[in-house]
């Protein structure tokens, strides 16, 4: 005959069911809490992003702040449930610096850093005091005469691309500053296309039928030679170890070296002062 159960027998069973529920729904909706949170994040993440290249982009297109210091920008909210986050403008560098920069951060209304970025503006050695360069285009002997000094150091310290490699080239440049000190030698039938500064901290050799199409400053320190069948387009050389332009080199634009310019009597050479500008780089983050 079978026992009668009591009333209160389910009770235990039943709450442990409801408790171990209970732990499984306050998990699920910790989980599901942290998800949202963290898609929250994303999404804010991703805005910020999107605001900060787009100000970059048109700071690209400006010129830089004359005098040096901080610049805060107005706050900006994505909506009521967003934290308020604000921009700095930094200028580092006097106007007769070779090299100064731009520094764009974004920071959270408390001053937590969330993204920065640099452009640099390169002035060309020779043009920092606003001494006129000479109309032949050429400058040498910036050794002897104490001019056209620049410092290796002050460009190997910033943010910076790599120097392109023959797989880079297939794709122009855009106003990058790019460095290096690699072993390098450009030529083949490479094609340099777009604008950049690149810089270069040992000799370079540039060999034919190698080509640079558009607005390139080339600085070298070391040596720089300019092989026979090679076409520089727009390009302002700079070499502290001597510029060499073999028979059959065309180059326009402008020469300027610390040692001696050698130029062969059956190489192309032409003026170009439109390279002497400041050069504005785009922003690296």
């Known amino acids: 005959m079978d026992r009668k159960r009591s009333p209160g027998m389910l009770t235990p069973l039943l709450l442990a069911g409801l408790v171990l529920l209970g732990s499984f729904s306050w998990a699920f909706l910790r989980t ?8 929250q994040l994303q999404q804010e993440a991703r805005q910020w992003a999107v605001l900060a290249k787009s100000l970059a982009k048109i700071r690209e297109e400006e010129p830089f702040f004359t005098l040096p210091g901080e610049r805060k920008l107005p706050g900006i909210s994505f909506g009521p449930q967003s934290p308020e986050v604000f921009f700095t403008l930094e200028t580092k560098g006097q106007k007769k610096d070779l090299l100064r920069q731009e520094r764009l951060q974004l920071h959270h209304a408390a001053g937590e850093l969330l993204m920065q970025g640099s452009r640099y503006e390169i002035t060309m050695p020779g043009t920092e005091d606003g001494v006129p360069f000479p109309d032949t285009g050429i400058w040498s002997n910036g050794w002897a005469d104490h001019t056209l000094y620049a410092n290796e150091k002050v460009f190997s310290r910033v943010r910076s691309w790599p120097l392109p490699d023959a797989r880079r080239m297939e794709m122009p440049l855009e106003g990058q500053l790019c460095y290096g000190r690699e072993r390098l030698r450009w030529g083949g039938k490479s094609i340099l296309r777009g604008r950049a500064v690149l810089v270069h901290g040992r000799d370079l050799d540039l060999e034919g039928p190698f080509a640079a199409e558009g607005d390139f ?10 092989g026979r069948g090679v076409r520089l387009d727009k390009a302002y050389l700079y070499a502290t170890g001597g510029i060499t332009l073999e028979e059959g080199a065309a180059v326009q634009g ?3 070296c610390r040692r001696d310019i050698r130029i062969h009597e059956k190489a192309f050479f032409q ?5 002497l500008g400041p050069f504005c780089t785009r922003y690296v983050f």
């Open 32 to 39: 599901a809490a942290q998800g949202l949170k963290t898609q």
């Open 271 to 275: 003026p170009d002062p439109a390279v």
């Open 254 to 256: 402008i020469l300027a």
């Open 217 to 226: 400053r080339i600085l070298v320190f070391g040596k720089l030679r300019v």
